[in-house]
Antibody, heavy 126, light 107 residues
Framework: QVQLQQWGAGLLKPSETLSLTCAVYGESFSGYYWSWIRQPPGKGLEWIGEINHYGTTNYNPSLKSRVTISVDTSKNQFSLKLSSVTAADTAVYYC????????????????????WGKGTTVTVSS | DIRMTQSPSSLSASVGDRVTITCRASQSIFSYLNWYQQNPGKAPKLLIYAASSLQSGVPSRFSGGGSGTDFTLTISSLQPEDFATYYCQQTYSTPRTFGQGTKVEIK
């Protein structure tokens, strides 16, 4: 059964770079998209971006200038970097597997996140 | 970005009640809509994908419907473990946006 284990620094100062890694266990890394999502305290979910095993990425335009998602297929890991953090980046960050299948009617892909990491709390404070 | 609006933002219900949560998209998203359940301090859990497909292992009291811009999540008979926050998410286009959430509380 696939499991995601994530880790990274939990306390940052403004202007520093957030760095998180998510390791995939129990399943092939190939053939899927892998996503990052965040949730500020007491608020809803925000999709940050995704990557596949080829390194193809999609980012949320609101974060695109500061975000880099990368993949290390040799370790079955993918990572998130968010530069120039501020207090507004304080959140719980989740990694997730993004399954997709082709809609035969429209030749368009359905996506859904079926496995999630437990989350990493990141606080930005001076 | 496609805006997703859920209603209500919160509701109070009793065990055994039938509960329906609505999600409206700012433009047509066909059936590219997922529903997640989140308990406090936990990661979200996938309930429904492609608007109406039940994720494996999810109880059959959960069902999803709708297409285009209007969608529903229905819990046919609320159980104690169902008191949680529910989010819809559109995957028709990036960024894959979520609704603001609906908190289901015990009456």
């Amino acid at each position: 059964q696939v499991q995601l284990q994530q880790w990274g620094a939990g306390l940052l100062k403004p202007s520093e770079t957030l760095s998180l890694t998510c390791a995939v266990y129990g399943e092939s890394f190939s053939g899927y998209y892998w996503s990052w999502i965040r949730q500020p305290p007491g608020k809803g979910l925000e999709w940050i971006g995704e990557i596949n095993h080829y390194g193809t990425t999609n980012y949320n335009p609101s974060l695109k200038s500061r975000v880099t998602i990368s993949v290390d297929t040799s370790k079955n890991q993918f990572s998130l970097k968010l530069s120039s953090v501020t207090a507004a980046d304080t959140a719980v960050y989740y990694c997730a597997r993004d399954l997709r299948f082709l809609d035969p009617k429209y030749y368009y892909y359905y996506y859904y996140m079926d496995v999630w990491g437990k989350g990493t709390t990141v606080t930005v404070s001076s | 970005d496609i805006r997703m609006t859920q209603s209500p933002s919160s509701l109070s219900a009793s065990v055994g009640d039938r509960v329906t949560i609505t999600c409206r998209a700012s433009q047509s998203i066909f059936s590219y809509l997922n529903w997640y359940q989140q308990n406090p301090g936990k990661a979200p859990k996938l309930l429904i994908y492609a608007a109406s497909s039940l994720q494996s292992g999810v109880p059959s009291r959960f069902s999803g419907g709708g297409s285009g811009t209007d969608f529903t999540l229905t819990i046919s008979s609320l159980q104690p473990e169902d008191f949680a926050t529910y989010y819809c998410q559109q995957t028709y286009s990036t960024p894959r946006t979520f609704g603001q959430g609906t908190k289901v509380e015990i009456k």
